[in-house]
């Protein structure tokens, strides 16, 4: 992913025991004001995730901050930039999980599997005993994905244990599983560890670390992340576009929110349509008494309050 900003956009997640995690929301959220960086963070007794924005200097003394806790002096921190505050408030919420997938007895902290780093992912995924992986939600893998990797039909990671059946006939290879940062690998890798797969392997710091150690070579397409930016470019190598206009089918990276509100659906439209269109999915839509004023963007976050 290419530089180009004067802010700074965290990501970030750990898997590590939080017994006191109410009082550490209370804890945190005050903190996160004190110095001024925005986003969201999720806390559970499981851990911490997070993505984050602030000037190069409040983010800094968040890293700092965070890894003299002991609990989480082995995060791992992926930073990419951006022109402007890539949030406009922050939010530091109690879960019981900190990304959600109802399986409630998974515990990266005991089993997850195996860590493949960006160079690793690349050498293996070409061998013929290997399967790759997509577990991110289908709004995701219509922007971008690997080459030829498995991906499913989903809306949200909680659907992701009824679709491992569609995985049975590989049991018998190497699974290697990847999403944006990493995250929903932990929990993914140690389901399919649970339900009897061998051989398991995850993408280190997900897309977004693949892309840094990589120049993200074989991801068609873009990645989608959780922020104002929306999308943000992966490949420097071998670049292309996989999603099409859902009003004129021209190939396009685009993806928006529906501007009624009422639906609120994800889909990708080029920047003539949505203005057509008035930024929704459908005319029943731009008729809708919910119909949010077009941005030009597609990504309505709620207004800043002091």
């Known amino acids: 992913m290419k530089n180009k900003g004067k802010f700074w956009v965290l990501a970030f997640y750990y898997y590590t025991p939080i017994f006191d995690a109410d009082e550490f929301v209370i804890q945190h959220l005050s903190y996160c004001k004190q110095i001024g960086v925005r986003g969201r963070i999720y806390i559970a007794r499981e851990g911490i995730n997070g993505t984050i924005s602030g000037t190069p200097q409040q983010i800094n003394i968040y890293m700092d901050d ?24 922050i939010h530091v919420r109690l879960k019981n999980e900190i990304v959600h ?24 995924q070409q061998r013929d005993d290997v399967v790759v992986v997509d577990v991110r939600s289908n709004y995701e893998t219509r922007l971008g994905k690997f080459k030829n990797a498995v991906s499913f039909d989903i809306e949200t990671f909680r659907e ?15 699974i290697i599983t990847y999403c944006t940062g990493g995250i929903k690998c932990e929990k993914a890798s140690s389901y399919l560890l649970e339900q009897g797969f061998k051989d398991v392997y995850q993408l280190y710091d997900g897309i977004i670390g693949y892309a840094k150690e990589t120049g993200g070579k074989d991801f068609d397409g873009v990645l989608y992340v959780f922020d104002g930016r929306v999308t943000v470019p992966v490949n420097d190598v071998n670049p292309s576009v996989i999603s099409t206009c859902k009003k004129c089918q021209v190939p396009v990276a685009r993806s928006l929110n529906c501007a009624n509100v009422d639906c609120n659906e994800q889909f990708t439209m080029c920047e003539l349509c949505a203005i057509e269109m008035e930024g929704c999915c459908t005319k029943e839509c731009m008729e809708a008494p919910g119909k949010r004023v077009y941005n030009g963007t597609g990504f309505y976050a709620r207004p800043v309050v002091e």
């Open 160 to 174: 992701f244990p009824e679709k491992v059946k569609e995985l049975e006939q590989y049991k018998d290879k190497k």
């Open 101 to 124: 997938s109802g399986l409630k007895n998974v515990s990266p902290i005991r089993r997850t599997g195996k860590h493949l780093h960006g160079k690793e992912f690349q050498e293996m």
């Open 66 to 89: 965070l890894k003299s806790d002991p609990r989480f002096e082995g995060v791992s921190f992926k930073i990419d930039e951006f022109d402007h505050n890539a949030f406009n408030r």
